[in-house]
Antibody, heavy 116, light 107 residues
């Protein structure tokens, strides 16, 4: 059974940093692209980042490019999202997702609140 | 960026009723479209991918169709467990973009 478990969320002040983690199990992690998708409270979904199987290629929307960094450790079956220079508009639930053409499996999500 | 316009924003259906949700892309996405269901407090679940392929384990009352810029999700016979939010996603090119969502309720 595919499982994705996020951690690392919490309350952070604007301008500060936070790093999210996602532990994957139930599939061969190194064979799949992985992604982060977020959802602001009572809002729709927004793709945040994608990383290739080896980690050599990364993709971001303009809204987070230069501030967020996606990375992975295939030996640990883990995915990460380093978020710097956080803004209030980054407040959302962040989901880790397996990216095989589409986001076919999602974690339960972790809440990030950016507020002073 | 490709814009995904989803309609309606909300929908109320009776038990057994057949409903449709539409997504229109701002350019041709070559059937690179997925549909998701999200129940309250839960993460999204993939229903349909590649416009019309049913994800494993999804009931056959769900179906997808469309091509080019126009796509639809059909539920043939509304069930109580189908209540929730539905989103489309274009996977044709980065940045991947979602529709704004449709809230489906049982009448």
């Amino acid at each position: 059974e595919v499982q994705l478990v996020e951690s690392g969320g919490g309350l952070v002040q604007p301008g500060r940093s936070l790093k999210l983690s996602c532990a994957a199990s139930g599939f061969t992690f190194s064979n799949y692209y992985m992604a982060w998708v977020r959802q602001a409270p009572k809002k729709g979904l927004e793709w945040v980042a994608t990383i290739s199987t080896s980690g050599s290629r990364t993709y971001y929307p303009d809204s987070v490019k230069g501030r967020f960094t996606i990375s992975r450790d295939n030996a640990k079956s883990s995915l990460y999202l380093q978020m710097n220079s956080l803004k209030s508009e980054d407040t959302a639930t962040y989901y880790c997702a397996r990216h095989s053409d589409y986001f076919d499996y999602w974690g339960q999500g972790v809440m990030v609140t950016v507020s002073s | 960026d490709i814009q995904m316009t989803q309609s309606p924003a909300s929908l109320s259906a009776s038990l057994g009723e057949t409903i449709s949700i539409e997504c229109r892309a701002s350019e041709d996405i070559y059937s690179n479209l997925a549909w998701y269901q999200q129940k309250s407090g839960k993460s999204p679940q993939l229903l349909i991918y590649a416009a019309n392929r049913l994800q494993d384990g999804v009931p056959s009352r769900f179906s997808g169709s469309g091509s080019g810029t126009q796509y639809s999700l059909k539920i043939s016979g509304m069930q109580p467990e189908d209540e929730g939010d539905y989103f489309c996603l274009q996977g044709s090119k980065f940045p991947y973009t979602f529709g704004a969502g449709t809230k489906l309720e049982l009448k």
